[in-house]
């Protein structure tokens, strides 16, 4: 019988979540890696066995953990049980975590710090992992300060794709949270189009694997910078796509929420009725490439829902027009956000769409929104959802 | 044998208990501690001092016999009392918390 499975990152570790088909009955593992802050956990389309967490923390810096059982067992890459890659005393080979920028012999570029001033690349975390859809063994890191990892070894080793930060990267500035690279989208008809988002610099789209990048961000107007309408620096918080659609993109930026449908060449709003257009998720239904779903955040300062009312918005038309879903959520005194990587849907009849909060709490809708339900409501604060189906 | 005495996060992505006890060949420095811990437990490589630049972590900091040797050359030769084990080598986490 099919089923899913949530991989679950918190600021605490990160939890596996499983059910069958039906949705209703769950089982909940972990915490993993407890103490540590899981930025993000993905499973290969592939091989849904094959999971890359990143694990994370300020003290102790960065750590890539893979499970090739489905999350029951974990390790570093490049020291799998049972296999010889120890060393001599016996210890596994933690080769996984580094990260080096690639300045082909050159000095370090600077980006712009929060105060204008140019500030040399330092890596920090992961913020997010993007498996290869064809290759168990590739996989894309999205990383602050900003760049695009690649490993063809399972994680073991990673290299950075750096004509990306040559696309004008001593223009770009971090946002709140940081310089995050936060969306890896791979054609799913052109593997070598990918297409990424930085806060705070915008979306980049390369059609040759990496080797070159162009800025993708016409159409986008964001009144909080000098220039509203700058090729770069725009705070573009998630980019959502369907499978069946890959030059349709949807966006929720720092404020509206837009759409393209010639591959970011040209975007245009499709905010509409949206009580707020500030948010961060976005996501698609797995099965209408024109449904679309958003959270509306109240912002600037605040970051919880508007009006203490927990609620998804869905579009059927695109965008533009756009309904609450609000059964099984909470209506009163909710005060929660939804982190940018905490939305995600599964591949069902009925589509599943699953949600996760700075409250602990993690929502699955097995109607495609129409109700929700709590899978768990007490976890450490979720930084990311990912939904395997499982056959 | 060097005595380190790592913190508790650290200890459990190493598979360890209590102090971790090394061999150091030549003078016992930082440099040459951290360099042997890393040798036999791979998987803190990262942990505590940069993979690229090698430097100390911003969040931790180092003790020998109840100095804070952080912002000493990792050259500088350790206390005799650490280069023989009477006292650890302490790597400590800052008190970020509240």
């Known amino acids: 019988m099919s089923g899913v499975r949530v991989l679950v990152g918190t600021r605490k570790g990160a939890f596996v979540l499983t059910a069958d088909g039906k949705r209703k009955k769950w089982d909940v593992s972990g915490p993993h890696f407890a103490g540590w802050e899981i930025y993000h956990l993905k499973g290969s389309p592939v ?37 010889e890659l120890k060393n001599p005393e016996g210890f596994p080979m933690g080769e996984s975590n580094k990260f080096v920028y690639d300045t082909a012999g050159q000095s370090l570029t600077t980006h712009q710090w929060y105060d204008g001033t140019q500030h040399p690349w330092e890596f920090k975390r992961v913020w997010h992992l993007e498996p290869s859809l064809s290759d168990p063994e590739i996989v894309y890191a999205g990383v602050e300060d900003a760049a695009l990892f690649r490993s063809t070894d399972g994680g073991k080793n990673w290299h950075e794709l750096p004509a990306l930060r040559a696309q ?57 910078i000098p220039n509203p309408t700058a090729e770069i620096g725009h705070c573009v918080h998630r980019i959502a796509m369907h499978p069946s659609k890959p030059n349709t993109l949807f966006m929720q930026k720092h404020w509206d929420v837009l759409r393209t449908d010639d591959a970011g060449d040209n975007w245009h709003e499709v905010s509409g009725n949206l009580p707020t ?85 993690v929502y699955c809708s097995a109607d495609a929104g129409d109700s929700w339900a709590a899978i768990v409501r007490d976890l450490p604060a979720v930084l990311s959802v990912e939904v395997q189906t499982l056959s | 044998m060097i ?96």
């Open chain 1, 47 to 83: 091989d849904p066995d094959r999971i890359y967490c990143s694990q994370s923390n300020s003290w102790f810096g960065q750590i890539i953990q893979r499970s090739d059982d489905g999350g029951k067992t974990w390790h570093q890459p490049g020291t799998p049980a049972g296999q």
């Open chain 1, 168 to 224: 004008q990267g001593a223009a770009w500035m971090p946002g709140a949270g940081g310089m995050g690279l936060h969306t890896i989208l791979i054609d799913p008809k052109n593997p070598d189009r990918i297409y990424i988002a930085i806060s705070a610099a915008g979306a980049f789209r390369t059609d040759d694997g990496g080797k070159h990048w162009k800025p993708i961000n016409r159409g986008l107007n964001s009144r909080y």
């Open chain 2, 3 to 98: 005595r380190v005495e790592l913190p508790s996060p650290l200890r459990r992505l190493a598979g360890v208990e209590g102090e971790v006890t090394l061999d150091v060949p030549g003078p016992v420095t930082p440099r040459t501690i951290l360099d042997a811990l890393e040798a036999r437990y791979p998987m803190l490589r990262g942990t505590i001092r940069d993979r690229d630049t090698g430097k100390r972590r911003p969040m931790l900091r180092f003790f020998a016999c109840e100095e804070d040797v952080s912002h000493e050359s990792v050259d500088q030769p350790l206390p005799s009392a650490v280069a023989t084990g009477a006292e650890p080598f302490l790597i400590v986490g800052a008190v970020a918390g509240g």
């Open chain 1, 277 to 361: 257009d500030f948010g961060f998720v976005v996501d698609v239904h797995a099965h209408e490439p024109e449904t679309v779903y958003v959270v509306p955040i109240k912002s600037d300062a605040e970051h919880y829902v508007p009006d203490g009312k927990l609620r998804v918005y869905r579009s059927k038309t695109g965008g533009n027009e756009w309904e609450p879903l609000t059964k099984g959520l909470p209506q009163e005194h909710c005060y929660v956000n939804v982190l940018r990587d905490a939305m995600s849907v599964d591949q069902l009849d009925s589509c599943g769409v699953y949600f996760g909060t700075t409250g602990g709490q």
